[in-house]
């Protein structure tokens, strides 16, 4: 594994890794500059930075014994050749000596993570993603990028393996692992309840090694995303951790609906009403009648 990560490291000093190195870097910074939170995390890479356009306080880049031997300044980081793209400074995130498999955060305690060409170089990409959803908050978002294994770069990849079988050529893409493809990481995705919120491809031009041969293809960049878009070089995506709400069921004795008490008809109130006690019981008396007891006394 360490010889994979230091060839790919090797790989993007190369004219076509320098070439997919910026399209990555355009696609980073467009996908977190917009991404609220406190806590994000780099895993892998450190030849990109990926969270050089976000704001968040606290931002880290994780990386395993190799990757810290990359790091610039370091005996085994090689010096960039003239035209490269700048390296990230090492100073502006801090560093943590971590595998992907085994992070070092407590759960649903970071924002956003980023993971550069990491699920190809671990050795088990399904660890590592079961990994990000246990620290990722819910509504946290992961961004990927990864290389295509549907693309005109992967097919010279496995004609220059057969060609090696035969004694002969040399390998165009590093050999770092297994290439996943854009649908079965979104199935991957699906089954941990993340949803896939955009999806892109890139770096349409041929498998070429030279920079002048690469400038002068770069109209295909234009075409690809109108012709033939899924077999960009690269992919790109960012997917949301969806956590569904849990309703209480309760008893069905508790939802029944309850009786209502019967009313008495305002016609009929009246008569169903007894006299009380301090209603009198002498009938009194008719209008116009004589009072003979008054008479007598008169």
């Avoid at 009786?259 to 116009?288: D, E, F, I, M, W």
């Amino acid at each position: 594994m360490s010889d994979q990560i230091i060839s790919l490291h090797h790989w993007f000093d190369s004219p076509p890794g320098r070439y997919l190195l910026a399209w990555e870097q355009e696609r980073f910074d467009e996908a977190v500059v917009d991404i609220f939170g406190y806590h994000g995390l780099q895993i892998g890479i450190p030849m990109l930075d990926g969270l050089r356009a976000n704001r968040m306080p606290h931002q880290w880049l994780a990386l395993g014994e190799e990757g810290m031997a990359l790091l610039p300044g370091t005996r085994a980081a090689s010096p960039s050749p003239p035209g490269a793209a700048p390296v990230p400074d090492p100073l502006r995130l801090l560093a943590l000596l971590a595998d992907p498999v085994a992070l070092p955060f407590a759960d649903n305690s970071l924002d956003l993570i980023v993971l550069p060409h990491t699920l190809e170089q671990s050795v088990d990409p399904h660890a590592a993603l079961r990994e990000v959803e246990r620290v990722l908050v819910p509504e946290g978002r992961v961004v990927i990028s990864g290389l295509n294994p549907v693309s005109l770069w992967a097919l010279r990849q496995h004609r220059a393996r057969l060609y090696q079988r035969l004694g002969r050529g040399r390998l165009y893409l590093p050999d770092a692992g297994e290439f996943i493809g854009y649908r079965r990481l979104r199935d991957w995705l699906r089954l941990l309840n993340f949803e896939v919120e955009s999806a892109r491809f890139g770096c349409y031009r041929p498998a070429v090694r030279s920079s002048h041969w690469l400038e002068r293809f770069a109209w295909m960049d234009r075409l690809g995303d109108q012709w033939w878009p899924i077999l960009g070089a690269a992919y790109f995506l960012v997917a949301v951790k969806r956590v569904h709400g849990m309703r209480l069921l309760e008893p069905a004795w508790r939802t029944a609906p309850q009786r209502a008490a019967a009313s008495v008809p305002v016609a009929h109130r009246g008569a169903s009403q007894k006299p009380s006690h301090r209603t009198s019981l002498v009938p009194t008396r008719a209008p116009g009648a004589t009072d003979r007891t008054h008479r007598k006394k008169v």
